[in-house]
């Protein structure tokens, strides 16, 4: 079944959002000296909004929080799974 163009929207921007999160914190740890604690932050951050990126996706309303294991709950609570495009170059799981 199709994906709602809105959904898409919605996740690949939470995704690029993510995408800056993790240029971020790629910037703090070659900092002199790194700042590890700001990378960290970065990095939380990323992965709360692929996790919202997923829910999006599904058609799943995002609210508005920084609760990793809530998020995570929430997924797996809808059975979630991120399924990405199969390639030629991907290493099989």
């Known amino acids: 079944m199709p994906r ?7 996740a690949l921007a939470w995704l690029a959002k993510a995408a800056q ?3 971020a914190a790629d910037v703090d740890l070659v900092a002199e000296p790194p700042l590890e604690q700001d990378a960290a ?6 992965a709360e909004k692929s ?3 997923l ?3 599904h058609d799943v309303a ?9 998020l995570g709950a929430e997924s797996r ?3 979630l799974r991120w399924h990405p495009p199969r390639c ?6």
């Open 4 to 10: 709602d163009p809105a959904n898409v929207d919605e």
């Open 21 to 23: 999160g993790l240029r």
């Open 41 to 46: 932050f970065h990095a939380q951050q990323a």
């Open 51 to 53: 996790l919202k990126a």
């Open 55 to 57: 829910l999006a996706l």
């Open 62 to 70: 995002v609210r508005k929080t920084h609760d990793l294991v809530g």
């Open 77 to 79: 609570a809808a059975r």
């Open 88 to 93: 030629s170059g991907c290493v099989p799981p």
